[in-house]
C-alpha cells in the first residue's frame, strides 16, 4: 500500500495557475502509475492525467494543453501545473497511484490521497 498526501490547492482566477503535488510513501513510488482523479459533488469522479514509470503520460481531453503532470522519484512526488485555468475545473483533486503500467480507471488504483480543493473563479 502506498500513503499519498496531496497539498497545494487553492482559490484562483480564471486564466491563472495553480500547481497540486502528492507525496508518497509506503511501496516503491517509482514502479507506480501515478494520476491525478478530480471530482465534483454529485459528478463520478474523472481522470485528469497519469505518469508510468517510464514517464509516459495520458491527458484527459478536458485538460489537454493546459495541465501538465510530472514525478520525481527522488523524492517520491508527482506533480500537476495547472495553466489557463477555467471554472469548470473546480473540483477536489485526487492523487492515486497503481501497480498497473496501464491504468486509467479509479478502479486500477489502489492508494488514494485525501484530496485538495482548487478553485477557479470566473
Known amino acids: 500500500q502506498v500513503q499519498l498526501v496531496e497539498s497545494g490547492g487553492g482559490l484562483v482566477q480564471a486564466g491563472g495557475s495553480l500547481s497540486v503535488s502528492c507525496a508518497a510513501s509506503?511501496?516503491?513510488?517509482?514502479?507506480?502509475?501515478m494520476a491525478w482523479f478530480r471530482q465534483t459533488p454529485g459528478k463520478e469522479r474523472e481522470i485528469v492525467a497519469t505518469?508510468?514509470?517510464?514517464?509516459?503520460?495520458y491527458y484527459a481531453d478536458s485538460v489537454k494543453g493546459r495541465f501538465s503532470i510530472s514525478r520525481t522519484n527522488a523524492k517520491n512526488t508527482v506533480y500537476l501545473q495547472m495553466n489557463s485555468l477555467k471554472p469548470e475545473d473546480t473540483a477536489v483533486y485526487y492523487c492515486?497511484?497503481?501497480?498497473?503500467?496501464?491504468?486509467?480507471?479509479?478502479?486500477?488504483?489502489?492508494?488514494w490521497g485525501q484530496g485538495t480543493q482548487v478553485t477557479v473563479s470566473s
Open positions: 509506503g511501496r516503491t513510488f517509482s514502479t507506480d502509475t
Open positions: 505518469i508510468s514509470r517510464d514517464g509516459s503520460t
Open positions: 492515486a497511484a497503481s501497480p498497473r503500467f496501464f491504468a486509467t480507471t479509479p478502479t486500477d488504483f489502489t492508494s
